[in-house]
Nanobody
């Protein structure tokens, strides 16, 4: 059974940095596009960014572009999200997500959270002074 487990969420000051990790199990990690999504208090679900199966393509939401970097280690079945220049509006529960199709079948990176069918339990990031 596919499973994703996030870690690394914490309290950070505005302008600070955090790195989130997500360990995958139960499926062939290297075959899938992976991504991050978040849910802020009193807001809807927001796609944050995604990375192609071999790291050749990466995409980011405009709200995080230039501040967040997504990466992966296929040998370790791990996905990362480096977050810099954090803002209070980055406060959210961050989810690791897996595309519903294998990368070879789809051939492109979906930018909607509704194309991802496996979700972790989430890790909380709070940005506050």
């Amino acid at each position: 059974q596919a499973e994703l487990v996030e870690s690394g969420g914490d309290l950070a000051q505005p302008g600070g940095s955090l790195t989130l990790s997500c360990v995958a199990s139960g499926f062939t990690f290297s075959k899938y596009v992976m991504g991050w999504a978040r849910r802020a208090p009193e807001k809807g679900l927001e796609w944050v960014g995604s990375i192609y199966s071999d790291s050749s393509d990466k995409y980011y939401a405009d709200s995080v572009k230039g501040r967040f970097i997504i990466s992966r280690d296929n040998a370790e079945n791990t996905l990362y999200l480096q977050m810099k220049s954090l803002k209070p509006e980055d406060t959210a529960l961050y989810y690791c997500i897996r595309d519903r199709q294998e990368a070879q079948e789809r051939g492109w990176v979906p930018l909607s959270v509704y194309e991802y069918d496996v979700w972790g339990q989430g890790t909380q990031v709070t940005v506050s002074s």
